[in-house]
């Protein structure tokens, strides 16, 4: 404990925050959003696109035409390119080996939205002890509890209800540390400010040897929120995230850590609590205030974050299926889970009761910060060479620069794995566990599917009919697959041979891109001749994208469906040509946004009276339908019908086709759905049936059903039963 230690402890967390977070992430990562999005998932889905690591099931190359991707084609100049795709492409292990390495950044990220809150909360009630000595670490916990529990009771009612007090609290924050910790370098030690000079990193090491390398596990703690600036690309831009860290953030920071540092060297027993005891007596009890407010505002955007990222696992079949719940009609990022809000509340409550100390904390906050920025820097290297098409030295250089500046923090904080460095590996390792067990059931019961599936000459063998006894109505035939006919709907006309008037095959794809536009979201085909009247719709979502409600699905379908119709008719497709019932030949189609402007017109009413056509419902089963409603009592929207155009600019065929899709719109949707019942096939390894037989399905039978996650009205559903031996 001597003036020169401070000063090289000082001068590893200059230069530490100079070269991370300025150098790596604000002039380097952030150039690698992916279309405006940041974090691992936008590293993830750029190097999926471009060398084709995705195992997400159902991928088309028509999917490569949207806007989002922003595929370029490779010059000549980049044949040494294609060779280094052509090995990651070539090996089956690499895509598995990179999904792992993404699922363990994605679980740390998660837990940091157990640690972030605690350790925030906790520290800023810490400087009760400073201003009440007789105060209790048992007082404090029981304090950072209650604001924990009211922090996550107010999730509900969504961020936008409180976010409009972060920017004032946070800019306070920051002019209040800045400005104290000038005033500590002028009132204790100017001189502190020549460690900024590289001569005492060395000679930190030099007089602590070991003891300096273990002391970077702490210093370590002060580049924690780096990660979370490529992360936020989302709501934010480049140019404003670069302008609030290297304008207020990074100064604000190098001030109060010098200022901290010059009331240490002066005060060499008060290193506990340094922090609140460096703020001069007068201004101690507003910058408390602000400080606890600003933790608070910090652990609530670190939790948004943690629901944000989970939905994007969701989007992509990596996470079991839970209610999302959007809180904001004009900001789409801001959602709500409540199974996960209420999971984190009590982990939140059991660490910080059970370490009671922000040391303990602070260690597995750095063992998991430190992690994620090596994935990252890891996935940045692949970026450079796959992305941005830069040679495998410029890549090796930045993975080894950045590389081995944090393997050695990371090294120095696995140092403190006894003393709470454990709590994130093993929080994250039971994430991952989850994620990976979710997307491997998942990605079997696909290949069942597509084993399993009946081909188109089974639908023509059927007849005209198909074989089967058609009612009014719509049927929507929920499937993974986007070819061929799923092996549903083979298994329900077998055991009740009847079925709807018009039969639409539906897959909700998700696709490795943030966003897709709405007029390139649907995919539609037909199936068979066009007696059948059967389609196929592919509906794209990226991982970031806002699946609305069924009635505006329904609607959005039909209106799409019609566009189609009309599309097929002025290319002159002949129904009885064989070319009209190739099952592969998919058309994008932009639906009119419901203006009235493309094939249909439509109407909003309530009143059940004004039908533009007749309804094909029998009185008994309309009563049936009404008294439902009733006795579900829920919230009545808006009805829309459609209506056909008079004018005589629509293909005769096509207006028949119309009029049939529009009376079997009004006579309802049902929604068909697969209820599985999974397991491991004979013969399977012991280590499969386990996976399979108890950790899959002990999560399916935990999760949310698919109907209740696509929420499908009770009234309109029909499940049918599979059985999968995978």
């Known amino acids: 404990r001597n003036e020169d230690t401070v000063f090289g402890i000082l001068s590893f967390i200059f230069w530490t925050l100079t070269l991370i ?6 002039l380097i990562v952030m150039n690698a959003g992916d279309n405006g999005e940041g974090g691992v998932f936008a590293l993830y889905s750029l190097l999926c696109r471009h060398a084709k690591l995705s195992l997400l099931p159902n991928q088309q190359v028509i999917d490569e035409e949207l806007s989002a991707y922003r595929f370029e084609e490779l010059d000549q100049a980049c044949q040494d390119l294609t060779l280094k795709r052509s090995f990651c492409e070539g090996h089956k292990i690499v895509p598995k080996v990179l999904l792992i390495v993404v699922l363990l950044g994605t679980s740390m990220v998660i837990g940091n939205g157990v640690l972030i809150p605690s350790i925030k909360v906790l520290s800023s009630l810490s400087g009760l002890q400073v201003a009440f000595p007789e105060f209790r670490d048992g007082c404090v916990t029981i304090a950072a509890c209650i604001i924990l529990i009211g922090l996550f009771s107010l999730q509900r009612f969504g961020t936008h209800t409180i976010s409009f007090l972060f920017a004032p609290v946070i800019s306070t924050w920051l ?81 109060a850590y010098s200022g901290q540092a010059a009331f240490i060297s002066k005060n060499m027993m008060d290193i506990e609590s340094s922090f609140f005891k460096c703020i001069p007596g007068t201004v101690f009890w507003p910058v408390f205030c602000i400080g606890t407010l600003a933790s608070i505002a910090g652990s609530q955007a670190v939790i948004s974050a943690t629901f944000s990222l989970i939905k994007q696992c969701h989007s992509v079949g990596c996470f079991p299926r839970v209610k999302i719940v959007h809180t904001s009609n004009q900001l789409s990022g801001q959602v709500y889970i409540p199974e996960i ?5 009590v982990f939140c409550l059991l660490v910080t009761v059970g370490f009671r100390d922000t040391t303990s904390i602070g260690n597995a906050y750095g063992v998991a910060a430190i992690m994620v920025m090596l994935i990252t820097t890891i996935l940045m290297s692949l970026v450079i060479v796959i992305v941005w098409k830069k040679g495998i030295v410029l890549a090796a250089c930045f993975l080894l620069a950045f590389g081995s500046i944090e393997g050695v923090y990371f090294s120095s904080s696995l140092r403190k794995f006894p003393e709470g460095g454990w709590l994130p590996l093993a929080s994250a390792l039971i994430f991952m566990v989850i994620m990976y067990v979710w997307q491997y059931g998942n990605s079997l019961k696909y290949q069942f599917d597509i084993d399993n599936r009946a081909s188109i000459n089974w639908i023509l ?9 058609r009612v009014p109505g719509i049927g929507l035939i929920y499937t993974e697959l986007v070819t061929d006919v799923p092996h549903i709907f083979s298994h329900f006309v077998t055991n009740l041979p009847a ?25 539609i085909g037909r199936i068979g001749p066009k007696m059948h009247c059967m389609y196929r719709c592919i509906a794209r979502y990226g991982y970031k994208d806002i699946r609305k409600d069924t009635s505006d699905f329904e609607d959005q379908l039909v209106l799409n469906i019609a566009e189609f119709i009309q599309a097929e008719a002025n290319q002159g497709c002949d129904s ?29 009413s309530n009143n059940l009276c004004n039908l533009s056509l007749p309804s094909s419902k029998s009185q008994t089963l309309e009563k049936f339908q009404s008294m439902s409603e009733i006795e579900w009592s829920q919230p009545r929207k808006k009805k829309v019908r459609f209506q056909l155009p008079k004018s005589s600019d629509i293909n005769p065929e096509a207006r028949k086709e119309l009029i049939v899709l529009l009376e079997a719109k009004e ?4 929604y068909i759905l697969g209820n599985s019942h999974v397991k491991a096939k004979k013969g399977s390894s012991l280590l499969k049936r386990v996976t399979i037989n108890v950790l899959y399905d002990l999560l399916k039978r935990n999760c949310r059903s698919t109907a209740v996650a696509l929420n499908v009205p009770c009234i309109s559903l029909i499940e049918v039963g599979m059985a999968y031996r995978i």
């Open 667 to 670: 006579a309802g949707v049902v």
């Open 499 to 523: 079925f709807h008037q018009v039969l639409v095959f539906v897959t909700i794809k998700s696709v490795p891109v943030p966003f897709v536009p709405p007029a390139e979201r649907y995919l």
């Open 341 to 345: 809000n209420w999971m984190l509340m």
């Open 461 to 469: 063998g059927l007849g005209p009919s198909l074989g089967i006894v």
């Open 175 to 255: 002019l209040c540390i800045g400005l104290i910790g000038i005033y500590n370098i002028f009132y204790w030690n100017p001189t502190v400010l020549k460690a900024f000079s590289p001569y005492y990193l060395f000679k930190h090491f030099q007089h602590t040897g070991i003891e300096g390398w273990i002391s970077l596990g702490g210093i370590v703690l002060c580049i924690t929120g780096a990660e979370s600036m490529f992360s936020n690309l989302g709501h934010f831009t480049q140019t404003s995230i670069r302008i609030a860290f290297t304008g207020a953030v990074y100064p604000s920071l190098i001030l």
């Open 576 to 604: 009885s040509s064989s070319k009209s019932i190739i099952d592969d030949q998919m058309l994008v189609v932009g639906c009119p946004g419901m203006t009235g402007r493309g094939v249909l017109s439509y109407v909003e």
């Open 21 to 26: 977070p300025i150098l790596k992430y604000m």
